[in-house]
């Protein structure tokens, strides 16, 4: 029998350094085996008999030691796992205490990680669902839209069924093409009857896109052929609305434009092309007549590449196939194709929107982040103790900064959380901001690509806010550490500096968003004072669109809209009224070819048209200048007319009237006789001065949809009503939509420049705001160390202003340095700005010098506060505080 | 050997080792040498078994195991109760001894084997 005695205190070092568990096991096992051949030796056997002896009794020693460390292995690593698990969950314990012992900080960390991330993660998911997210259909990036590129410079037009008959029967590189036309659609169910957005397809529009309806089919061929085509596909979002989502609707027919169609189809919830204001696709049917046309189109056309084509293959196949046509046809002389993926074509000029609004709300997320690393910070510089005791007691640096970060979990677990919340109420009230012309609206929302995006941003953040100031309170030797704690005031030298290091970068970037937004506001006014040449003040604007299945000669529907006319006309408070095929302004031009008799086609400029009826000119206030505007005596039969504005009457004819001269859209068409010039007007957007402009008279040039614009004496909106129950006067079954006021219309087509510069001032706001809180934090700071200094000087007759004027050359200084580097980064990013700014150059000094001002101010004001206090110091108790 | 003979010997093994160690901390030879003078070699425990089962009980939390000097001065691993430990025996040879007598009082019944 032994007695246990315990192992001297080095051994346990040993053991610690070496801590190895087979040797562990070999030394236990060899202990026995020594042990018993001992005994053996004392009863008389020989050693090494003794020893076999021994080992015969143990059995296999090489099995059992194999066995053990296997065992003490498993053993080890499940107690090293609880031992780390137990420091984490001790950290997070520890920073959750914190958080509610200090409950100030923790808001404030925890609001400016959730306004940052919440406001980066809802502009992100704008992008995401606009730019990012591939498109619903199959294999998306194959998808390719094409379009009717007029040389040199007449630029990108429809396509006409003509010209894309040629290239789906002489291209190498698509699996197929389809053309797509828009078209409108009165549906008479019960009720009002309801103007629909439609589409038609050639059969091959849902193989391209490869998409599969939810319930029943898509068209086929056979269906294009006039006598087939009454067939209609239903967007889930209608069959939802209008039938209650009811699967037996699939199979019956429904009035469309008054013609009994078949529903054979429902597609899926995600589908939404060309836009989500699209409810029905219906078969493409071309009369014979139209092929003759090459050079007019007005559909749009979208094709899938062939598996390892690529889109320069594309393109020059398609060049190919344009030369082959352009040498058989002499209208096709100027036309080449243009090619471009769908989806960078869908999104187009929002891109740059979208990115430069993602880059200001990261701009602001870096200004939030230095607040809070600057509460981190100063959170620091008071646990100086704390920290220096713990160094003292031998925690190493690795294990300070690791106990900082996992201290930091819960202020950022609960900052993430509410970032989500307000990324959420972000995105709803983002929502309806967004611009009507901004594509995909639809796929916006918290997804996971959205979600993992945040996650990221959290992490990057956190080790951004919190590495460094970890890192910069465990730096502190622990001399250093120890004579703070006796001497405990004089603040380290060195993080007082890093913290006005991020006081001037917040300044910096404050200020870099403070001029963006001052220059996109300067050219927003300067936007909005632009002269469109037509007043839109007090014109409510209505469209109608006819069925061509219920009037199917032009002169029916010229009729309808006469007597539409007539109607409205009639209607008290009406000053005028007028109606074009597409308003100005209203999104979408309508591009043309032009003849003029005598004039070679290379003087031609591209031109606007638009099909008008007599008043839309006064309806507008649109000056007439020369010659007169179309009347009634302009009929169907009588001579055909057509009025130009004054840029392409100075251009074709300068110095002469072209009052009598003539001009026609196609070779084969009649010339129509010039009788008037009127004023030149901003047809496509408000910022780039559209081409010149061609009205056709409006019976001898029918058009299926019109705009109506109603000048009135009262509020234009008022005015709907009267003018719906005018029209359906005419025509019971006949829906109006899109009513807006004229002004309304001319508002949204400024809709992105809107949104960038609502959102780029409301970032602005929040930065200044932000930027003010860093540099009271940082001055404040100052001041409360220094409260003692200031007692002495005033003691010493320094006077009040003196000490605040003291505290204010401090934050003048931190200023003077954040507005170098801020002007700075403006000047650099002049290349970005350029591109957003109407009216004013990039470097606008008004801009530059109200920004600056009103950040100085405010930080100004920052300062002043701790100022004060400062002043206030009563030297007596400044001089016996601690 | 292997794993399965070593979990047979388990139930048994480690309620004796448990009791070996009631007079205080041993070694594993010691608890090995108890065995085999209290038992006058009737368990025939192979010694090298000894160790698996010491670790079982020592997972179980019934012994714990701490390096020390043995009386000639050789590191050793010394094994000792632990309060469950002391319980654990205890129930467990209340049970044992119940169950043994009655599969004694059964074998003694009449009629007798013989």
């Keep these: 029998m032994t007695t246990k005695r315990r192992e001297p205190t080095w051994r346990r070092y040993q053991r610690l350094l070496r801590s190895d568990i087979g040797a562990d096991v070999d030394d236990e096992l060899e202990f026995h085996l020594e042990m018993s051949a001992r005994d053996y030796q004392a009863r008389g056997l020989a050693p090494d008999e003794a020893r076999r002896a021994a080992r015969e009794r143990f059995g296999d020693p090489t099995r059992v030691a194999r066995w053990l460390r296997r065992h003490d292995h498993a053993q080890d690593r499940a107690r090293r796992a609880r031992e780390a698990m137990s420091t984490v969950a001790m950290n997070l314990r520890l920073g959750a205490r914190n958080l509610l012992r200090q409950p100030t900080f923790a808001a404030a960390v925890v609001l400016t990680l959730a306004l940052g991330i919440g406001g980066t993660t809802a502009m992100f998911s704008v992008v995401y669902g606009v730019l990012l997210k591939p498109l619903p259909f199959g294999d998306p990036d194959r998808v390719v839209r094409l379009w009717t590129e007029w040389k040199p410079s007449f630029g990108r037009t429809a396509v006409s069924s003509a010209n894309a008959r040629d290239w789906r029967a002489q291209n190498r590189v698509f699996e197929d093409i389809a053309l797509i036309r828009n078209g409108n659609y009165s549906f008479t169910g019960s009720g009002e009857p309801e103007r629909l957005q439609g589409a038609r397809v050639w059969a091959s529009f849902f193989p391209v896109l490869r998409v599969t309806p939810l319930l029943g089919r898509t068209f086929t061929e056979a269906e294009e052929r006039f006598g087939h085509e009454n067939v209609v596909v239903l967007s889930h979002a209608l069959w939802v609305r209008r039938f209650n989502g009811d699967s037996s609707i699939v199979g019956r027919t429904i009035p469309l434009n008054g013609v009994p169609t078949t529903v054979i189809g429902i597609m899926k919830p995600d589908f939404h092309f060309p836009s989500r204001a699209f409810d029905l696709w219906v078969p493409l049917t071309i009369p014979a007549d139209e092929f003759q046309f090459r050079t007019a189109g007005s559909y749009s056309a979208i094709a899938r590449l062939k598996p390892g084509v690529t889109l320069d293959q594309a393109r020059s196949d398609m060049h190919v196939v344009s030369s082959n046509l352009a040498r058989r046809y002499r209208n096709n002389a100027a036309l080449e194709v243009g090619l471009a993926p769908l989806h960078d074509d869908m999104v187009g000029g929002a891109r740059r929107t979208l990115l430069v609004l993602l880059g200001a709300v990261g701009v602001l997320l870096l200004i939030g982040c230095a607040n809070v690393a600057n509460l981190l910070l100063a959170r620091g510089l008071t646990r100086r103790r704390e920290l220096a005791v713990r160094t003292a007691l031998g925690a190493s640096r690795g294990r300070l900064i690791e106990q900082s970060l996992t201290e930091l979990v819960p202020l950022f677990a609960l900052g993430a959380l509410l970032a989500l919340l307000t990324a959420a109420g972000g995105i709803r009230a983002l929502l309806p901001l967004l611009p009507a012309d901004l594509p995909r609206t639809e796929s916006i929302g918290i997804n996971l690509p959205v979600l993992a995006f945040t996650t990221a941003v959290v992490i990057v953040v956190a080790l951004l806010v919190g590495t460094w100031p970890a890192v910069a309170a465990a730096k502190l030797g622990v001399a250093s550490a120890i004579a703070e704690v006796s001497r405990g005031s004089t603040a380290a030298p060195g993080r007082a500096r890093a913290r006005d290091v991020l006081v001037v970068g917040q300044i910096a970037m404050a200020l870099l968003l403070l001029i963006s937004a001052a220059l996109l506001t300067r050219s927003l006014v300067a936007v909005r004072r632009v002269d469109a040449g037509f007043n839109p003040d007090h014109v409510l604007s209505v469209h109608l669109a006819i069925p061509r299945t219920k009037y199917p000669l032009d002169n029916d529907v010229a009729s309808l809209y006469t007597r539409v006319l007539d109607r409205v006309q009639a209607l008290p408070g009406v000053m005028a009224v007028g109606m074009v095929n597409r308003l100005p302004l209203g999104g979408g031009n309508q591009t043309g070819g032009l003849q003029i008799d005598g004039v070679a086609s290379d003087n031609v400029p591209s031109v606007e048209t638009r099909t008008v009826t007599p008043d839309y000119f006064r309806a507008l206030e649109i000056p007439v200048k020369e010659g007169r505007s179309f009347t009634a005596a302009d009929g169907a039969d009588a001579p055909r007319v057509a009025i130009i504005d004054e840029r392409l009457a100075r251009a074709v004819w300068p110095g002469t009237s072209p009052i009598g001269r003539r001009l026609r859209e196609e070779p084969s068409a009649d010339w129509s006789t010039i009788v008037g010039v009127v004023g030149h007007i901003r047809h496509t957007t408000l910022e780039e001065d559209s081409r010149p402009q061609v009205y056709w008279n409006y019976p001898q040039r029918g058009q299926d949809r019109m705009a109506l614009v109603v000048k009135t004496r009262g509020a234009p909106e008022a005015l709907t009503r009267s003018v719906a129950a005018a029209v359906r006067s005419v025509d019971p079954d006949q829906p109006i939509y899109d009513a807006r006021a004229l002004d309304e219309v001319v508002d949204r087509s400024l809709g992105q420049r809107w949104l960038q510069t609502l959102l780029l001032s409301i970032f602005a706001g929040v930065a200044l705001v932000l930027a003010s809180i860093g540099a009271y934090g940082v001055i404040a700071y100052g001041v409360g160390q220094r409260l003692r200094e200031y007692g002495v000087r005033m003691a010493l007759g320094a006077r009040r202003q003196d000490v605040v004027a003291m505290v204010l050359r401090r934050g003048g200084t931190l200023f003077v340095f954040g507005a170098l580097a801020g002007l700075a980064l403006a000047g650099g990013s002049v290349r970005v700005l350029s591109s957003f700014v109407y009216g004013v150059g990039p470097r606008d000094v008004p801009s530059f010098v109200v920004a600056t001002l009103a950040l100085f101010v405010v930080s100004m004001v920052a300062c002043y506060v701790p100022a004060r206090r400062a002043a206030r110091v009563d030297p007596s108790v400044a001089l016996r505080s601690d | ?114």
């Design chain 2, 1 to 114: 050997m292997t794993d399965d003979r070593f979990d047979l010997l388990q139930g048994t093994l480690g309620l004796v080792v448990l009791k070996s160690l009631l007079g205080g901390p041993l070694h594993g030879y010691a608890i090995a040498r108890w065995v085999h003078d209290t038992t006058g070699d009737v368990l025939q425990v192979e010694e090298g078994s000894l160790y698996p089962a010491l670790r079982r009980l020592e997972d179980r939390g019934l012994i714990t195991a701490q390096w020390g000097l043995s009386e000639n001065n050789r590191r050793a691993r010394y094994y000792e109760l632990t309060p469950t430990g002391r319980r654990h025996l205890k129930s467990e040879a209340a049970r044992w001894l119940e169950f043994s007598g009655a599969v004694t009082q059964v074998l003694r019944a009449a009629p007798s084997l013989a």
